[in-house]
């Protein structure tokens, strides 16, 4: 309610209007800047293999920039790759450790309503006895260990 409240306070003030010019003014002088970024490195471009040219020949300057250029999107690529690899890694991590408390925050809000019921601590016990065993097991059992599996 306190959101909603805030929401329509600032409608009323003409303060969310002043934000969104704001933000419509920085978005416009950023998109500005980069264009001229932009142009200032193709002219920088353009001014070095005009230099590559006079010094090497048209050909040459031309071969050396192509090249220079394709090896620049190859790292380019690489190193997304890489990051992405790490970001799906990071995401993952995340999501369990999200998992996790999810499932810790559901079986604390339902652990009243089981220890008021019929079976009372035994429904809980049953269940966090069987996990606690399963999770010494797999502490335990080395991951390439041919036993593992039950195999003899």
């Known amino acids: 309610m306190g959101l909603l409240a805030s929401l329509l306070s600032g409608f009323a003030s003409g303060e969310t209007l002043a934000a969104v010019r704001r933000a419509r003014t920085a978005a416009i002088v950023y998109v500005l800047s980069a264009l001229a970024a932009f142009c200032g490195l193709g002219f920088l471009v353009g001014a070095a293999y005009i230099w590559a040219s006079a010094r090497y020949g048209s050909l040459a300057a031309a071969l050396g920039f192509g090249v220079g250029f394709l ?30 408390a999810f499932g810790i925050t559901a079986a ?19 269940p966090a006895v069987a996990l606690a065993a399963y999770a010494i097991y797999r502490e335990n059992v080395k991951p390439d260990d041919p036993d593992a599996g039950g195999q003899e």
């Open 71 to 100: 090896v620049i999107a190859g790292v380019v690529l690489v190193i997304h790759r890489l990051m992405s690899g790490v970001r799906a890694r990071r995401e993952a991590k995340r999501r369990n450790a999200d998992m996790k």
């Open 108 to 126: 604390l809000a339902v652990l009243p309503a089981l220890l008021k019921g019929k079976g009372g601590l035994g429904v809980i016990l049953g």
